[in-house]
């Protein structure tokens, strides 16, 4: 069946440090690749997307992803982390472009702590 | 301001009685859907629709209507509201398929 995992439910970091949020997904073809963030009370905000091109995609708030194909991965991110981080993290796959469903299918989610 | 508009933001509610939450966007976009989000679930698709009057069914439409009678709007009616739909709703647009979603910031519905 397809699917997105995030493997981390937590993850904690210190403010400062580099971060690296894991995604995988089970399908045949490359779907169309999408970071989400969600603050607190809030919605959710696109951090950065991958269609096709470079593998290496750079987003807004200084994260990058690296799409994988050999992994089925595209893992997010960021140098150095600042507290207002802090959110979940949702990666997200599009399969329509290989004649899967539309709409998005989400991970789980990912929740990022940043210590000081 | 681009954005997606959704009321009430809060709705506490009980067991049968009709609700709607309606959904506004003011970019003209032509997709839009609606998304429930539990507690380590992430998110997952309710309904989505094309283009006015064209809907279909996500991952977990079951006690769920929409209708898509203008292209800005898109409503999402619980026709008899039960406990297991106490949830975090959200509505989102997008210029087409594919497209990055811009959501709305959610309505918290809990069904008594």
């Known amino acids: 069946a397809q699917s997105v995992t995030q493997p981390d439910i937590h993850i904690t970091v210190s403010e400062g440090a580099s971060l ?3 995604c ?5 073809a490359t779907p169309y690749l999408f970071w989400y963030v969600q603050s607190p009370g809030q919605g959710l905000q696109l951090l950065l997307k991958y269609f096709s091109g470079d593998t290496l995609v ?13 992994q089925s991965s595209f893992n997010l991110r960021k140098p150095s982390v600042h507290w207002s ?9 599009d399969l329509s472009s290989g004649g899967g469903a539309d709409g998005l299918t989400f991970g789980k989610g990912t929740h990022l702590i940043i210590q000081p | ?31 839009m859907s609606w998304y429930r989000q539990d507690p380590g679930l ?6 989505y629709s094309m283009n006015v009057e ?20 898109f409503p999402l009616i619980l026709e008899s509201p039960s406990p297991n739909q106490t949830s975090l709703y959200f509505c989102a647009s997008s210029q087409g398929r594919n497209q990055p979603q811009h959501f709305g910031d959610g309505t918290r519905l809990s069904i008594l």
Not at chain 1, 24 to 28: A, F, H, K, P, W
Not at chain 1, 60 to 68: C, L, Q, S, T, V
């Open chain 1, 20 to 22: 690296e949020l894991r």
């Open chain 1, 24 to 28: 995988n997904y089970s399908y045949g």
């Open chain 1, 58 to 70: 750079q987003g807004i708030k200084g994260f990058e992803a690296e799409f994988k194909r050999s």
């Open chain 1, 85 to 93: 981080d802090a959110a979940e993290y949702f990666c997200a796959v």
């Open chain 2, 1 to 31: 301001e681009a954005q997606v508009t959704q009321n009430p933001r809060y709705l506490i509610t009980v067991t049968g009685k009709k609700l709607t939450v309606t959904c506004s966007q003011n970019m003209n976009h032509e997709y």
């Open chain 2, 42 to 47: 992430g998110l997952r698709q309710i309904y």
């Open chain 2, 54 to 73: 064209v809907t279909d069914k996500g991952d977990v439409p079951e006690g769920y209507k929409v209708s898509r009678k203008e292209k800005r709007n």
